[in-house]
């Protein structure tokens, strides 16, 4: 079961009170929103609403005195003629009614998408403002997830809840009042119309959370089988390891198990909304008795009965809606809550202004005693990290997976900040300098590239978000040739104009090695004076990963790399290598010291030269040696 679903469990299996009380608190959420983006199209609605709300008592009071001048004595005609004015009212009424509806719907439908653009656009400001380390919490992702999907929606849903709920108690009250003007007996008669109504739609609604809340799982499970079957994802594998019928088989358990439970399910409510007609006849049947028992006792004139009945079937379609308006009200504001709560998690998690900034280019970054935990997990990433880095050098961070070293190096640039210790770019400690002045001079190969979905020229200038529509021609042109990008763009259709996602129309996917070769040149086009390039070479043949190597050695001239990658040939160059183990330095030096060292290193860098030393080849140094 998705975590959800709790939302519609406690929908399903809570009372209508419990829904009412929600309503505030959304409400308020919602209020705040459209009271900032349209005020006066509030009003607006509003007074339409109250506006039909007295076109509907005017209506049922005029309802009553056309009964009243039709019953009184005299000839027929002069009562006809008597009660036209009446009549003439009725119509003025219901049909200004009508048109103050329309109105209504119109204001809240001209509402509603300024209403959603402000929500959307507000949150995926907050959103692009938290820091980074925001998004390795579990917790927060789900909560962006939920907030800017679900969350958005219902804020969509819950203005038309509000809006169907605003009208449904008019009408109800409305009701109410006419008839308790003609005759305070008759409230009561009505509520023994309504409530019965009102108690079957509430009880409708619970059937179909139930139902769903039954259907959900298999939904989910059909859903999911549909994908694997039609992805493209999983369409090589599904036909290489002959996955299709096992697949399909449990496509077609889901299904049958689907089409069974709905059947059971329209059995069910048809049940229930049958048992909701008979208690609403039964209500009514009681209304009636009550209402003949009041003429009987002589407590009411004739003439008020068909006022009362007027009364009663405005007041009990009015609330039936508003009970299931409730219903749904109490749904969205569970996920009106989820958007709050990211708006506010957002506003404590973005990234501080600071008005310090970093050196454009820093002469020496020490990091002491710098340790570092994940969100949620218990032991460090990193522990007790000493660390020094001279402007132009190329360092090398080695080690096995999950040693640390993608962690420290996104500490080094200020996009993690650590628990304890501190990270100094010359005398500039980056806990007190705003983290755009820092990222202004990395570039960044990150490990897990973003495939932008742009044209390709576009993805390497990406890099220098300044230099977009054109610029830095030179920086450009060399960036292009050293990723080895020059022969992908001549084997796209449209060349620099070819968009990389096969979501557009003409759009072309990448291999991953030719995305990897996109993501270093746009580091290389950003021109910084501190690259990062976290495994940029894992995807690359011998030849482009010569070249790229070759190029990240020329750009020592006063530029600093911070290199890392597990093929240790590549590494042989390096000013600094150091091997991280459980997120803590185990050795440093340069290689010839670490292989004297015959420790980790040593041993990591034998196992990997032993293929090629057993076969009298060199490893694939060519750019390296
Ligand atoms: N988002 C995260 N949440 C929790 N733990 C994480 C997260 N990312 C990494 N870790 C953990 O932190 C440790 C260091 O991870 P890191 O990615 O820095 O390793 P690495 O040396 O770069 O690994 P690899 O060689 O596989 O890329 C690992 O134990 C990893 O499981």
Redesign the pocket.
């Known amino acids: 079961m998705p975590p959800w679903t709790r939302i519609d469990r406690e929908v399903a299996g809570s009372s209508l009170w419990a829904g009412l009380a929600a309503i505030p608190a959304a409400a308020r959420v919602i209020l705040a929103i459209v009271w900032r983006v349209a005020p006066r199209t509030m009003i607006l609605a509003v007074l339409l609403n109250l506006v039909g709300g007295l076109a509907t008592v005017s209506g049922i009071v005029a309802g009553a005195r056309v009964i009243d001048e039709l019953i009184t004595g005299g000839p027929t005609a002069d009562r006809v003629v008597a009660a036209l004015s009446a009549i003439a009212l009725v119509a003025v009424s219901y049909s200004l009614r009508a048109l103050l509806d329309a109105a209504a719907a119109a204001a809240l439908g001209a509402t509603i998408p300024r209403v959603r653009e402000a929500a959307q656009v507000e949150l995926h400001e907050l959103v692009s403002q938290v820091r980074l380390i925001a998004f ?1 919490d579990a917790g927060f992702g789900e909560l962006v997830e939920q907030g800017s999907g679900a969350g958005i929606r219902a804020i969509e849903a819950s203005l038309r809840h509000a809006g169907a709920l605003l009208s449904a108690s008019v009408q109800v009250l409305a009701a109410l009042v006419a008839v308790m003007s003609l005759n305070p007996w008759l409230v009561p008669v009505t509520l023994l119309a309504m409530l019965p109504a009102a108690w079957a739609a509430a009880k409708a609604a619970r059937l179909g959370y139930a139902s769903f809340l039954r259907m959900v799982a298999t939904q989910r499970r059909q859903a999911i089988a549909g994908r694997l079957l039609t992805g493209r994802d999983t369409a090589a594998e599904l036909r290489a390891f002959t996955l299709a019928e096992t697949v399909l088989a449990d496509y077609r358990t889901a299904s049958a198990a689907l089409a069974a439970e709905s059947t059971t399910t329209e059995l069910r409510t048809t049940a229930v909304h049958l048992m909701g007609r008979a208690l609403t006849g039964i209500g009514t049947g009681a209304a009636y008795a009550a209402l003949g028992l009041l003429l009987y006792t002589g407590q009411m004139p004739l003439a008020l009965a068909g006022a009362a009945v007027l009364a009663m079937r405005t007041s009990s379609a009015a609330l039936s809606a508003g009970v299931h308006t409730v219903n749904q009200f109490y749904e969205s504001s569970f996920y009106v809550a989820l958007y709050e709560k990211l708006r506010l998690e957002c506003r404590t998690r973005t990234r501080p202004t600071r008005p310090c900034r970093a050196p454009a280019n820093p002469e020496r970054i020490r990091l002491a005693k710098v340790t570092f935990t ?4 218990v ?1 460090p ?2 522990h007790d990290i000493d660390l020094e880095i001279r402007r132009g050098q190329v360092v090398a ?1 080695v ?10 190096a ?1 500490l080094v640039t200020g996009l993690y900040a650590p628990d304890s210790g501190t990270i100094h770019w010359d005398g500039a400690d980056l806990s007190e300098c705003s983290e755009e002045s820092v990222a202004a001079a990395v570039a960044v190969v990150a ?1 897990q590239l973003a495939r932008w979905p742009v044209k390709a020229a576009a993805a390497v200038r990406l890099g220098r978000a300044g230099h977009l529509a054109g610029g830095g021609e030179a920086v450009f042109t060399s960036a292009v040739e050293i990723a080895g990008v020059r022969p992908v763009i001549e084997r796209l259709p449209a060349g620099w104009d070819t968009v990389l996602s096969r979501e557009f129309e003409h759009g072309r996917d990448l291999s991953g090695g030719e995305w990897q070769r996109f993501g270093i040149a746009r580091a290389l086009f950003r021109d910084s004076p501190i690259l990062v390039a ?2 940029p070479s894992a995807a690359l043949d011998a030849r482009a990963e010569a070249g790229v190597y070759e190029a990240f050695r020329a750009l020592r001239d006063g530029r600093t790399c911070l290199l ?1 990658t ?1 093929r240790l040939a590549n590494v042989r160059q390096a000013d600094q290598i150091i091997v ?1 183990h459980q ?1 803590k330095i185990v050795e440093r030096g340069t290689h010839e010291e670490l292989m004297s060292l015959r420790g980790r290193y040593h041993d990591l860098y034998d196992l990997q030269s032993a293929p090629y030393a057993e076969h009298h080849v060199e490893p694939v140094v060519r750019g390296a040696s």
């Open positions: 390795e994940y969100p949620g997990q032991r990433a990193l961070l080690g096995e997976n999950g040693s640390g070293k993608t962690t420290l996104k490990q976290d495994e890392i597990h991280l997120g």
